[in-house]
């Protein structure tokens, strides 16, 4: 007999959430509240969020809760083992590009002729204790690995609160742990970024994560130029490189954001060594529309239209 089990779907981090939860249907409550206090602390688009103190800040050691230190060392350290790949320092970039306001809110006018900001990276940014300190100049964007890391945080937090299994999905970025409904493996369909309302994909797993990055979502016209907010760190400019959209399947949702998107930026090729190098599953998606398997992807795979040859 199936479990019984509650949902919920709701906008937040800029995306749309969608909770399930097997057991006490009121840790759906709970959950929502944490998922919002993340969203306080952590939206760059929020002039009270320890994110906005930390940023404005820069050259001053800053105090910090424990879940915002510890996203930002999560950050730091995915920026150290992708090789730059991944790098929370892109945010002035992020804003010459035109990305000024919340997804969902018109971008307000931006330079004409914007220069090109390349990320500084992460050497300088320091941590003592319970406080960090960025380098003068250096500001950062947590909002990708924000959103996986809330969903790994929250998927722990409901099962430690009594929860028999849960799904957490913000935009994209999912977590599940324990018992699925149906007493499966849990289910996730990877949509199709060409073909709204469509599937690329369905996987199965017992515990882990999913996250896609693509730069077919976020994207507006700044001065007739198209843009999208995925930033090649090196040159700080939207990912321009023949990849649309990279899945990666993990054991932690802000591990699965961090590679997909380091293997956005690096291309076919060099996404998909990073991928094998971490001996993650993977799907690199092409402009072309051909998909391209990393790792023991065949293994999670139940169901695709087209299955996608390399």
Same mark, same amino acid.
């Given at each position: ?35 919002? /206090? ?42 150290? #083992?992708?090789? =730059? ?11 010459? #590009? =035109? ?19 390349? %990320?500084? $990276?992460? %050497? ?22 924000? @959103?996986?890391? %809330? ?12 929860? /028999?299994?849960?799904? #957490? ?20 369909? #990877? ?65 699965? /954001?961090?590679?997909?998107? %380091?293997?956005?930026?690096? $291309? ?8 094998? @190098? ?33």
């Amino acid at each position: 007999m199936a479990a019984e089990h509650a949902e919920s779907r709701f906008p937040v981090m800029g995306s749309d959430g969608h909770l399930i939860v097997v057991g006490d249907p009121q840790l759906l409550t709970i959950a929502r509240e944490r998922l919002e /206090e993340c969203e306080a602390r952590w939206s760059r688009f929020r002039s009270s969020s320890e994110l906005c103190a930390l940023n404005a800040a820069a050259g001053s050691w800053i105090r910090l809760s424990p879940p915002t230190l510890a996203l930002a060392s999560l950050a730091v350290r995915a920026w150290e #083992v992708t090789g =730059g790949l991944f790098d929370p320092t892109v945010l002035p970039a992020l804003e010459s #590009v =035109g990305y000024l306001r919340s997804f969902g809110a018109p971008q307000p006018d931006s330079p004409a002729n914007p220069m090109p900001v390349p %990320a500084p $990276g992460c %050497a300088g940014i320091e941590f003592r204790r319970d406080m960090v300190r960025l380098p003068r100049g250096v500001r950062i964007d947590l909002g990708g690995i924000g @959103k996986g890391y %809330a969903a790994d945080l929250i998927a722990a937090e409901l099962i430690a609160a009594g929860a /028999e299994g849960v799904s #957490v999905n913000l935009g994209g970025d999912l977590r599940v742990a324990g018992v699925a409904p149906g007493a499966q493996p849990w289910g996730v369909a #990877v949509a199709d970024e060409t073909a709204p309302e469509s599937d690329l994909v369905h996987v199965a797993m017992t515990e882990g994560a999913v996250a896609t990055s693509t730069r077919l979502r976020r994207r507006w016209q700044q001065h007739g130029r198209d843009r999208h907010h995925l930033i090649d760190p090196r040159t700080g400019t939207s990912t321009s490189n023949g990849v649309d959209a990279v899945t990666v399947i993990a054991g932690e949702a802000y591990w699965a /954001e961090v590679l997909a998107k %380091a293997a956005l930026i690096a $291309g076919i090729a060099a996404g998909t060594a990073v991928l094998e @190098k971490w001996g993650v599953a993977g799907l690199i998606v092409t402009e072309d529309g051909s998909g391209h398997r990393a790792g023991p992807w065949e293994r999670f795979v139940t169901w695709a239209p087209n299955c996608p040859g390399t």
